[in-house]
């Protein structure tokens, strides 16, 4: 939102009840109402889905009978909305695609649902003008829509605010036990395909292989964070770990900027994971799975890769606490990288060049 305000459009926003206003001045949020009285949607396709799916479809309808809108943009689900407006109302429609629906299958039933749901997304992308893609699924937008152009758009850190040093000194001081703790950060969803099992089983070899580990977790729902919280009682680990929940995006940079170590055990998925991008922007060494998720971003320059097994990740955590040359030399190269290739300019950039080719007369029939 803010690339395109900067970049001159004016931006209605249709989103759900739940989420922060970023008060920025080219844009009006429009938030469907809370009818079902929930506080968040999980992650991949559901009913809650499906049900705020159908109320941003009716109020995108009269938001576009009462205005002429210039384009749509559809984020993932709201595809098959950016589809119809462009067919009723003329208007040109992007669709923006990074995830892997792939990744969440588990079980009959739910592979049924994204049986359905890949397919609605087909058909919303090959009526979209354009598509946005992230490059781990770009060859598969192409192959699903060859008559669509198809924008290669990295994905930007959750934030742009810096870390403040302040912060950092005040949050290591909260979690760190001692000046000799090594804080090692995972931020992410509890997810399968996130590779949160392998985490939390190789916690316990760390903690055994050195005991100034200390690991802090930022995601997870309120019930997984008790489930979570339980289980390290039970294993004796309470003491090495710090659950932080959901956090706001503004205060992820401060606890990255305080860690020493970041992990990404990504185990399924073609996408490269978002944190990747905030990791990088934290300036610090990398643990990550040899996943090709991991390797679409990261290389050996920034990060050290493991195989998917407890032994290997916990290895690899191991490896990189005691070398504190290696931890600065990978932490100057992510920082080199996020500034050169994976930054909010060449961001701005991409996305401009995707509006700029629609910016001729709309086509009114699609492929």
Known sequence: MQALGELGYRIDLLTLPFGTDPGLPQLRI??????????????????????????????????????????????????????????IHGCRSIYEKHSDVSAYRRGPMRNLTLWAYQKAEAIAMRNADAIIAGPGVIDKVRELAPGVEAHVVYSMPS???????????????????????????????????QGIDLLLRSIPLVVAGNPNAR??????????????RKRLTAAKLASHVTLLGRIHPDETPHYLGASDILLSPRM?????????????????????????????????????????????????????????EKRKRLSRNGSKIIEERY?????????????????????????
Request: aromatic residues 8%; glycine residues 6%; positive net charge.
């Open 159 to 193: 934030s742009l605010v810096p870390a403040a040093p302040e912060r950092i000194a005040e949050i290591r001081d909260r979690i760190a036990r001692s000046a000799s703790d090594i804080l090692i950060t995972y931020v992410g969803s509890f997810a399968a395909y």
């Open 343 to 367: 930054n909010y300019e060449d961001f701005k950039r991409r996305l401009a060049a995707c509006y700029e080719e629609l910016e001729s007369p709309p086509r009114l029939a699609t492929q």
């Open 268 to 324: 399924a998925g073609r996408t490269n994971p978002i944190k990747i991008f905030d990791y990088l922007k934290a300036g610090r060494p990398i643990v990550a799975t040899s996943h090709r998720s991991n390797r679409l971003i990261l290389d050996e320059s920034t990060s050290v890769f493991t195989d998917t097994t407890p032994e290997s990740f916990s290895g690899g955590i191991l490896r990189l606490m005691t070398d504190r």
């Open 215 to 228: 690991f802090v977790i930022i995601g997870g729902s309120d019930r997984e964070i008790a489930s979570l």
């Open 30 to 87: 429009v938030r469907v109402p809370n009818l079902f009285f929930i506080r968040n949607v999980p992650i991949g396709p559901s009913i809650w889905k499906v049900a705020f799916g159908s109320m941003l479809l009716v109020q995108a309808l009269r938001m576009a009978s009462r205005k002429q809108y210039d384009f749509v943009h559809c984020v993932e689900d709201a595809g098959i909305i950016g589809a119809l407006l462009g067919r």
